[in-house]
C-alpha cells in the first residue's frame, strides 16, 4: 500500500467540520446518523478533547481526508472511535496509519487498553482491526445502535 505524503495531525479548531463531515459520510451510506453521533461530532472539542479525549486527521496534499478519535473511558481505557476515510480514497492504507497511529499515541501515554465498538457488516474495517491484535469481547450494552460487535486491545 502507497501512502505518500500523509501526515497524522491533531485536533485544532479549523478542523472541527472536518470530523463532521467525514463522519456523516459513512455513517449516511451504511447505517444512519444516530443522536449521540450528532451531539459528539457537532461540538468534538466538548463532547472528546474536554472530556480528556484526542482527535486526529490525516491530511494528504493539504486536504482533510480521514480522522479517528480515542475517547476517554477511564485513565487506563480509551475508545477507538469515529475513524472514517473519505470514500475516494478508501483502499490505500489510511485507516491503517491511522490506527497504528492511534495504538502508538496510546502506549506512549500508558494506555492499558483500547475498545471499540463497530459492527460486522464492516468487514474491512474488522479485518484491519483484527490484523493489529484486537479481539472480539462480549458486547455488553452501548449507546450505539448500530453496533454489533466490541474488540479490545490490551496494550
Not at 487506563?76 to 497511529?101: C, D, P, R
Amino acid at each position: 500500500m502507497n501512502t505518500p505524503n500523509i501526515e497524522i495531525i491533531d485536533f485544532s479548531e479549523d478542523l472541527k467540520p472536518y470530523i463532521k463531515q467525514l463522519n456523516y459520510e459513512w455513517l449516511e451510506k451504511y447505517f444512519s446518523i444516530e443522536e449521540s453521533d450528532v451531539i459528539s461530532l457537532s461540538n468534538p472539542k466538548k463532547e472528546i478533547i474536554d472530556k480528556g479525549g484526542y482527535i486526529f486527521f490525516a491530511r494528504m496534499d493539504n486536504k482533510i481526508i480521514a480522522t479517528a478519535s480515542l475517547l476517554k473511558k477511564t485513565d487506563s481505557v480509551f475508545e477507538l472511535a469515529k475513524m472514517a476515510v473519505t470514500q475516494n480514497i478508501q483502499g490505500k492504507g489510511i485507516g491503517k496509519l491511522l490506527v497504528e497511529h492511534c495504538i502508538s499515541f496510546s502506549k506512549k501515554r500508558q494506555i492499558s487498553k483500547l475498545i471499540l465498538y463497530s459492527n460486522t457488516a464492516l468487514y474491512s474495517a474488522l479485518q484491519l482491526y483484527k490484523k493489529y491484535g484486537f479481539e472480539e469481547v462480549k458486547l455488553e450494552e452501548t449507546f450505539y445502535k448500530r453496533a454489533n460487535i466490541k474488540m479490545e486491545l490490551k496494550l
